[in-house]
């Protein structure tokens, strides 16, 4: 049966939020870094999941050799306002750092930085040191890659393909029934957490014949009145989270036992516990209670 059979987009009350005007403002993707700069540049130095704060900021840097650390990438990502920004990976952890310094764990940063714009900045920078990681060589002939000096790509010179970072696309949906929400664990989750359901677009899928059939797939339920949410951008592994909100329309919980341990309807009077506030899944549930009380 065709999937459009099922739902229904609702164009007039779609809305986009958390667009940041700031961001567009402020930060400007840049291929090549400037000769010289008088004003330290934002160095975000990664090892592993793990990022490098300074007094619970990101650290400013002329040099990365100021910190006697041997990068194993550097890539270049362009200007926040007027300050230069590199990302880098290191392939080896200093047993001793500068006073203020430490590595945190990529989700604890946005929590310490509490700043949505340096959290993109960070999702931009982790994702573009996996890219260039993993095209170091052609996957098409082997032989190995150079950076493009035009745009964001990798070249091979020898069969001459051309290598974007690539863009992983997750749905997530928050289905509502009277003042319940549907809320299912899966095995990977932290004990006790419930979130909203999620799953990879497949090739060739629109997003909203994804999120019917991950619904499907994973609860067995149908749903109505598909709406747009929100997205945002996750640094593991450079994916890009849909955020949508649909209603229930009919069918009885059915999990896939290899993707979801549990689901459940919870009143939002009576909420299990719930992913960190960094996520989309938790903003969207978030929101969702707010307009409804």
């Known amino acids: 049966m065709d999937l459009t059979t099922f739902i229904v987009i609702d164009t007039l009350n779609m809305r986009v939020q958390n667009i940041s ?46 910190l006697n650390l041997i990068s194993e990438r550097e890539i270049y990502l362009g200007v926040y306002g007027a300050i230069p920004c590199f990302s880098v990976e290191i392939n080896q952890k200093p047993t001793v750092l500068p006073p203020g310094m430490e590595f945190q764990h990529v989700r604890q940063s946005h929590e310490i930085l509490e700043d949505d714009e340096l959290f993109r900045l960070i999702t931009r920078a982790k994702q573009l040191v996996h890219w260039d990681k993993s095209t170091q060589f052609c996957g098409y002939c082997g032989h190995k890659t150079q950076a493009s000096i035009t745009e964001r790509a990798k070249i091979c010179p020898v069969c001459h393909s051309l290598i974007f970072p690539q863009i992983a696309p997750v749905m997530l949906v928050l289905i509502w029934r009277d003042d319940e929400i ?112």
């Open 21 to 66: 005007p700031i961001m567009t403002k402020l930060f400007t993707s840049q291929l090549h870094p400037p000769t010289s700069f008088t004003e330290a540049a934002f160095w975000f130095i990664f090892y592993g999941d793990e990022l490098l704060l300074k007094n619970n900021s990101i650290p400013r840097l002329f040099t990365i050799n100021e």
């Open 182 to 293: 549907l809320l299912a664990r899966s095995p990977h989750f932290l004990p006790g957490v419930y979130s909203i359901l999620a799953g990879y677009v497949e090739p060739g899928e629109m997003l909203e014949h994804t999120v019917v059939r991950e619904v499907q797939e994973e609860v067995g339920l149908t749903i109505k009145n598909l709406r747009y949410f929100s997205s945002q951008p996750w640094p593991f592994q450079s994916n890009l989270m849909l955020g949508f909100i649909a209603e229930y329309s009919h069918g009885e919980i059915q999990i896939d036992a290899i993707e979801i341990e549990d689901a459940q309807w919870f009143s939002i009077k009576k909420l299990p516990q719930l992913p960190k506030p960094i996520s989309l899944s938790r903003q969207m549930i978030d929101q969702y209670l707010a307009m409804y009380r």
